[in-house]
C-alpha cells in the first residue's frame, strides 16, 4: 500500500532491493551541553544516558555492538542490510582523528550500508564536515540535526544552549559540503501555539531538508522536564490532537522530504507521559486514517514548492 507520505524505510528498500535498519550504537562521546566546556546540564528532556540508549550494549565496542544489533534486527525484521546509527549525545563532538576511526570501525563490520551521525548545530567545524563528505562518496550517510523548535523562547526554555540563528548556520555549511541532512523536531512543547508549531513545518519546507524526524514531546522520568510534569507545570498533547497536529505539518512539508520518523517512543520503564505513545502503530495507523479522511498527501500544502 502506497503510504501518503514519503517514509525513509520504503526508499532504503527501493534503494539497496531489501531491508535496511538502523542499527543504535553508542561510540562514548559527550555532548559540549551537559559536562562538556559550557558546563551546563544537559537539555530539559535528556535522558540522563542519552538518547535511544535503551538497550544498547554499552560495554562492546562499535563492531560488536553492530554484530549483536545486526542478530537482532535479522531476526525481528529479516533485515539483511545495516545503518550504523551514532545516537546517544553528540557523535561529532570529539577530535577529527577520533570520528574517523570510530565511523570507519563502523563501516569495517560485513553489510554495514551506510552512517548516521545524530549531533547538535553547535558541533559541526568545518573539518568534521570535511570528513563527513569524504565518507559519503563512499557510503550512504545523513547526518542528523536536533533542532526541536525554530523559536528562540522555546530553545532557551529548553536549555539547548544554541538559538535558532546557530541552526540555520549549521545548514548554510553542511549544504556547502554536500551531506545529507535530517532535523528533528518535536511537536507539543511546552508554551508553543498550533501556529508555532506550524512554522517549523513553514521552515523546514523554506529549507527543503532531505529529511526529517518528527517527535511527539514525551516526558522521561529522571530528567528535568519529568520533574516540571510531576510537578503539573506541564502538560502534553493527547492523542488525537497529535494526530491532527502531525498530518497539519507532513502536509506543510516539501512533497519529497523523506520522513525517517512520525511519533516517539520512550524507554516504557521510565516514561512518564503520554502513555499512549507506547501504541506506535495505533498511532501511525490514526495518521494514515485521518491523511485518508482528508484526502491529502504530503506537501499539498506546502508553501514553498
Known amino acids: 500500500m502506497t503510504k ?6 520504503e526508499a532504503l528498500k527501493q534503494q539497496f532491493g531489501c531491508r535496511v535498519h538502523k542499527i543504535s550504537i553508542d561510540a562514548g562521546f559527550a555532548c559540549p551541553n551537559r559536562g562538556g566546556s559550557r558546563q551546563q546540564p544537559g537539555c530539559l528532556f535528556c535522558d540522563p544516558q542519552g538518547s535511544g540508549a535503551s538497550g544498547i550494549a554499552r560495554r562492546l565496542s562499535i563492531a560488536g555492538q553492530l554484530e549483536q544489533g545486526k542478530e537482532v534486527m535479522r531476526r525481528k525484521y529479516r533485515a539483511s542490510r545495516f545503518i ?42 568545518e573539518p568534521v564536515l570535511a570528513l563527513l563528505a569524504e565518507l559519503q ?12 523548535s525554530c523559536h528562540d523562547r522555546t530553545l532557551a526554555f529548553l536549555r539547548r544552549g544554541h538559538d535558532y540563528g546557530c541552526f540555520l548556520d549549521a545548514v548554510a555549511r553542511v549544504r556547502r559540503y554536500g551531506v545529507r541532512l535530517c532535523v528533528h523536531v518535536i511537536l507539543g512543547l511546552p ?9 517549523l513545518a513553514d ?21 528535568a522536564l519529568g520533574d516540571l510534569y510531576e510537578q503539573g507545570a506541564i502538560r502534553v498533547l493527547e492523542q488525537e490532537a497529535y494526530v491532527q497536529l502531525a498530518v497539519d505539518f507532513l502536509e506543510r512539508l516539501q512533497p519529497d522530504t523523506l520522513i525517517q520518523r512520525l511519533t516517539g517512543d520512550g524507554p516504557r520503564e521510565t516514561l512518564l507521559a ?20 482528508r484526502g491529502s498527501l504530503q506537501g499539498c500544502r506546502c508553501r514553498y514548492r
Not at 4 to 9: A, E, I, N, Q, V
Not at 85 to 98: I, K
Not at 114 to 121: F, Q
Request: proline residues 5%; negative net charge; aromatic residues 10%.
Open 4 to 9: 501518503p507520505y514519503r517514509l525513509y524505510s
Open 84 to 125: 550504523a546509527y551514532f545516537q546517544p549525545f553528540s557523535n561529532t563532538f570529539g577530535p577529527v582523528e577520533r570520528l574517523r576511526h570510530c565511523y570507519e570501525e563502523a563501516l569495517a563490520v560485513a553489510d554495514v550500508v551506510g552512517l548516521a551521525i545524530g549531533t547538535r548545530p553547535d558541533c559541526v567545524a
Open 137 to 148: 562518496r563512499r557510503t550512504d550517510l545523513w547526518l542528523e540535526l536536533g533542532l526541536q
Open 191 to 199: 508554551g508553543e501555539s498550533r501556529d508555532e508549531m506550524l512554522q
Open 203 to 223: 521552515e523546514m519546507a523554506r529549507l527543503h531538508v532531505d529529511g526529517i524526524k518528527i517527535h511527539l514531546l514525551h516526558v522521561l522520568r529522571g530528567t
Open 274 to 293: 503520554p502513555l499512549w505513545s507506547l501504541n506506535k502503530w495505533e498511532v501511525l495507523n490514526a495518521i494514515e486514517q485521518e491523511m485518508a479522511r
